[in-house]
């Protein structure tokens, strides 16, 4: 598991998603502002129904008690925590580890074969 | 029944297909072994036609090879059966097989009865019942340019369609004097008549065929017994169907005089071993032709075999469809041949709508109903008829048109609990309440518990009804709330931000909502506050709300690449524009198409590209067309009196200003308008929201029409405007509009819901009856005045620019966007084009670049 420098706060836009490249792989993040705490998601952005590369692109809110992002395409719900879809149980899309240190956002990957000239920092 | 018993089926047709899934459902180990005379597993004999239009022959297929498998069902394709020995327990096959039985199903169906017309065995004269009837139909018509149906029936004009579909000049040809003389009264069948011949097809009732010989013109000639005859190329019969019954006539099972197998309540044949359904079994006499008493049928066999006792008790005739895009319902009794039977009529000869109920002696039952060129009252009526329901005292505004609001409705909680709802599953009210009683409240999950509406969808708007009636009377509130997060109406909504003048959704969830919003509320409530306020949708505290079209200023297509629709206002553009626009094309590759509302859409953007692309398009004078807002779409135009010989005014001037004029408004659904420079109304003014038509005296004004799903005539609002009134009407209308209308309400639909309808909104409108006027123009004034290009707007904002990118932290594409090239020039690649594209080792090279942009 390798954590990956990808994005610096500025990058990102409150209550929505920006698209980032780890390691060849498309990633939705996520930046939510709940009852004044920033949360930050990261979750595949290939839509497994719309087979296209857009969930960054995609409303978030809630259900429930579950925070989702609604597919542009055609609209069903991903939840943020565990990547289930919501109106179809049976397809999930992966979802990673992310975190904030001063302006920088990590994200964790499982990558079996780092690259040598990736500059990527192991946290902790 | 024991496990071991052997259960062999005749016929893998719809019912036959249904028999099996029944079967297996209830008696999981029972071994069932299918013979299927046809070169597939069943299919959808209903939508037969629908390969006509487009749909693939494979989404037919009502089940697969594999499920049959994984269900341990065994089966035998190509295999048909050629004889019964019923003291054997033996069935055999033309291809010399034979298989030994414990119980048998005969679901052989029917077959299309060919009249022995002399002539009928030539090429070219087929017959419509079968997948493999479809393709020999497509191959004759490649070399026809007439085709003639002989049969006036349902299945006839269903044929009928099919030939209009493959471009062929189609007649049908009726013995009897009208059409569908089954399901129909003559006034019935002469209206059907009028308007199939509207459509351009000839339709000749009272011909009887003599001999289909050489024609002069055409390949054959049909030459009738009155001496008058029709040339054609290719010749389809319908003449009727004939039930597939001789296996067991020669096996010595009781055959009715007319034919078909006879069955008792348990669909027995005269052997008890051997059962019947479908179309093939005669049941007290009855034949029946429709797939839903066959499913009926099917579940009872299903049923005795497993030793339950369901019993067959004949099933409802009555019929509704939509044949060549006219609406025709017949239920029960339709010629009111019932002694004593009375008759109520309605023809409107403008409008071509008859409807006729057939009612009991002493007018308080429907024993049947007919109705043509509009079925809108089929479910409640036959909800009468099949529970043999009290009429309302005057039974004939059930069939009258709704000039006011005091049409009787027919109550959901009325409907006894054996009322059934969906025919399609044989969902009755009591399932829809029981599903209920288990803790559904909601119909998606309705629907996915009790199956009910979902095959032909006929039955949703009923299931709605009792749905939301049963919830309302356990107290479960039916509402318009927006979501789960607002518990108000967008009017409501729309209040509460210009009465507290709130500027922003964190602000309204605040104190009006819950939760964290959602797709639905989110662009909803962006939309009021951009009606309200005007303000820049991309302006950092409005950006996450937007729908993903509207934050990117385009429309996302299916492979989340995107389409740019500049604004041609009234559809007029200059050679140079045009010039500008091909060269942006050919720069970028992209794709062209003249779209239906008269501009021109460019597809194929990625997303870094759109604000090269627009930067391109600004700085050559175009804007921003709103393709992706729900907002002013287009406003077409005819050419009008500046060129037209005809034209009365400029509408092209006028469609242009009204286009600026209203350009950038957010509403409730998108809008549409159109000008037409005179009567002959070339811009189709009166399919649009605002229709504008020239007059020799100024411009007559249409409200409400829509195109798209549910098309809708717009109405004739006011006369003669000259046009300072017209814009004023506008004005309040669309503010109107904007206030009060439901979230994604079209101004058809809201207009419907109106109370009061076309006549208060005049009051409203032109009389100003709630002294709104000035406040609704003042609103208007207000937004067009603070208009501003959204892409200029965006161009000049690096920080809005930024989220034109794919990655944040690399400046690559999508490589998942991949293209090819079709009539020259580029579409989306499919799923299999991509994989093949793919194994080049693009992505790899891909990955190695982006590591160098990393952090
Ligand atoms: C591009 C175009 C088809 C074309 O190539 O001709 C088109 C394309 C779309 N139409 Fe349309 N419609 C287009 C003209 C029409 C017309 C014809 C017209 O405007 O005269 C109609 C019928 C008239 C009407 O709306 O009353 C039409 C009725 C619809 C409807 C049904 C609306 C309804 O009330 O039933 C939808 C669905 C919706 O809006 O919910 C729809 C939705 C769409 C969407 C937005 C579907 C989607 O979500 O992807 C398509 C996206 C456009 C894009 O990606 O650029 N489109 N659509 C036309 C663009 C016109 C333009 O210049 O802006
Ligand atoms: C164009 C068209 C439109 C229609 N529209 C409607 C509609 O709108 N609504 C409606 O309710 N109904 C409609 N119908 C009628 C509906 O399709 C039939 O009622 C239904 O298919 C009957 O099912 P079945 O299984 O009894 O017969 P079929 O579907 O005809 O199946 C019988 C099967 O048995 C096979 N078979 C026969 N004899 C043998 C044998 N000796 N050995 C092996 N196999 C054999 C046949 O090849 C066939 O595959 C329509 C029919 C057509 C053709
Ligand atoms: S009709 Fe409209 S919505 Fe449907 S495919 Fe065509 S463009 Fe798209
Ligand atoms: S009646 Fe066809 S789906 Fe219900």
Same mark, same amino acid.
Do not use: F, K, S, V
């Given at each position: 598991m390798t954590w990956f420098n990808v994005a610096t706060t500025s990058d990102l836009v409150d209550n929505s998603g920006v698209c980032v490249l780890v390691n060849g792989q498309q990633i939705a993040l996520f930046s939510l502002t709940i009852t004044g705490q920033n949360q930050l998601f990261a979750i595949d952005n290939f839509d497994p129904i719309g087979q296209a590369n857009v969930l960054a692109r995609g409303i978030t809110g809630s259900i429930g008690d579950r925070l989702v992002v609604a597919s542009p395409l055609y609209k069903q719900h991903f939840d943020l925590h565990n990547g289930q879809c919501i109106e179809m149980p049976e397809i999930s899309v992966g979802v990673y580890p992310v975190q904030r240190q001063e302006q920088t956002i990590w994200i964790q990957l499982k990558s079996s074969q780092p690259r040598a000239e990736t500059k990527m920092e192991a946290m902790v | 029944m024991t496990a071991s018993q052997h259960i062999l089926v005749v016929g893998n047709g719809m019912v036959g297909h249904h028999f099996v899934e029944q079967l297996r459902a209830t008696a999981p180990t029972a071994t069932i072994t299918v013979l299927c005379g046809e070169p597939q597993l069943a299919y959808d004999r209903v939508y037969l036609s629908s390969v006509f239009t487009g749909k693939d022959r494979a989404e037919l297929a009502l089940t697969s090879e594999q499920h049959y498998r994984e269900q341990g069902i065994k089966y035998h394709l190509n295999c048909w059966v050629s004889r019964i020995e019923p003291q054997s327990k033996t069935v055999f096959t033309a291809n010399g097989e034979n298989y030994h039985y414990d119980k048998l199903v005969l679901a052989t169906g029917s077959y299309p009865f060919v009249p /022995?017309? /002399?002539? +009928? %065995? %030539?090429? +070219?004269c087929l017959v419509y019942r079968k997948l493999d009837d479809l393709t020999a139909i497509a191959h004759s018509a490649q070399d026809s340019q007439t085709g003639v149906i002989i049969g006036g029936g349902l299945l006839g004009l269903e044929a009928a369609n099919a030939l209009r579909q493959l471009g062929l000049t189609t007649h049908v040809v009726e013995f009897a004097p009208q059409l569908m003389a089954v399901q129909l009264d003559v006034a019935g069948g002469q209206l059907l008549t009028q308007k199939i011949t509207a459509l351009g097809l000839g339709v000749h009732t009272g011909k009887t065929t003599q001999a289909i010989v050489a024609g002069d013109e055409c390949r054959y000639r049909l030459e009738f017994s009155d001496g008058s005859f029709l040339e054609t190329d290719l010749v389809v019969f319908s003449a009727g169907i004939r039930p597939y019954d001789a296996l067991a006539k020669d096996a010595g099972l009781a055959i009715g005089a007319k034919g078909g197998i006879i069955i008792n309540d348990y669909c027995q044949t005269s052997q008890q071993d051997i059962y019947a359904i479908g179309e093939c079994a005669l049941w007290q006499n009855q034949l029946f032709g429709l797939v839903a008493p066959g499913y009926q049928m099917a579940r009872v066999a299903a049923s005795h075999l497993t030793g339950q006792a369901l019993r067959f008790q004949g099933a409802d005739m009555s019929t509704r469809l939509k044949l060549l895009g006219v609406e025709v319902g017949s239920i029960g009794d339709a010629h009111a041949r019932t002694p004593g039977a009375q008759c109520l009529t309605y023809q409107d000869p403008i409008r071509q709508i008859y409807k006729k109920l057939v009612l009991n002696d002493s007018g308080d039952k429907l024993l049947g109903a007919v109705l043509v060129g509009d079925t809108a009252e089929y479910d409640t009526l036959l909800q009468y008829f099949l529970n043999a329901l009290p009429l309302p005292a005057a039974p004939e505004s059930l069939i009258l048109p709704q000039l006011n609001a005091n049409t009787p409705t027919l109550s @959901?909680? $009325? $409907? /006894?609990? +054996? @009322?059934? $709802?969906c025919s399609c599953h044989n969902v009755t009210k009591g399932d829809i309440v029981a599903s209920i009683e288990q803790g559904h409240v909601e119909l998606a999950s309705i629907k996915r518990c009790t199956k009910a509406s979902t095959g032909c969808g006929g039955c949703a708007a009923l299931l709605k009804s009792v749905v939301d009636t049963e919830l309302t009377l356990r107290g479960v509130a039916v509402n318009n709330h927006l979501c789960e997060h607002f518990a108000y109406s967008r009017q409501a909504l729309l209040h509460l931000v210009q009465v507290e003048q709130l500027t922003t959704f964190e602000q309204l969830l605040q104190r009006y909502g819950q939760g964290q919003g959602c797709d639905v509320c989110k662009p909803t409530v962006a939309s009021i506050l951009a009606s309200v306020w005007n303000e820049y949708i991309l302006d950092n505290k409005h950006v996450a709300l937007q729908d993903t079209n509207d934050t990117f200023l385009a429309n996302m297509q299916k492979d989340g690449s995107y389409s740019v629709v500049p604004r041609i206002a009234g559809g007029e553009i200059s050679s140079a524009k045009l010039l500008v626009l091909a060269q942006v094309a050919d720069d970028f590759q992209l794709y062209c198409k003249i779209t239906g509302g008269q501009r021109i859409d460019l597809f194929g953007a990625r997303l870094e590209q759109l604000p090269l692309i627009w930067r391109r398009l600004v700085d050559a004078g175009f804007e921003t067309g709103h393709a992706y807002g729900k907002s002013l779409r287009t406003v077409k135009s005819c050419v009008g009196s500046t060129w037209c010989r005809y034209g009365v005014q400029d509408s092209v001037g006028q469609a242009i200003s009204i286009e600026s004029r209203y350009k950038g408004l957010r509403s409730p659904h998108k809008i549409k308008m159109a000008v037409s420079g005179c009567t002959r109304e070339c811009a189709e003014a009166q399919s649009k929201d605002i229709g504008v038509i020239a007059t020799e005296n100024g411009w007559n004004l249409y409200v409400c029409g829509n195109g798209g799903m549910r098309p809708r005539h717009a109405d004739l609002f006011a006369t003669d405007l000259d046009t300072p009134t017209l814009i004023r009407y506008i004005d309040r209308i669309l503010m109107f509009y904007i206030r009060t209308a439901d979230r994604l309400q079209r101004t058809s639909v809201w207009l419907e819901k109106l109370e009061g309808g076309l006549d208060y909104l005049r009051q409203v409108i032109i009389d100003d009856s709630l002294g709104l006027a000035a406040e609704l123009e003042k609103q208007m004034a207000g937004l067009v005045n603070s208009y501003a290009c959204e892409w200029q707007r965006t161009l000049d904002d690096p920080e809005a620019l930024k989220r034109f990118r794919h990655f944040v932290n690399s400046p690559e594409g999508d490589s998942n966007i991949l293209f090819v090239q079709e009539r020259g020039q580029i579409r989306p690649a499919t799923l299999e084009e991509k994989q093949q594209q793919q194994r080049i080792p693009v992505t790899m090279i891909e990955s190695e670049e982006i590591t160098h942009d990393m952090v």
């Open positions: - | /022995p017309i /002399p002539g +009928h %065995q %030539q090429e +070219h @959901a909680d $009325l $409907l /006894p609990d +054996h @009322a059934m $709802l």
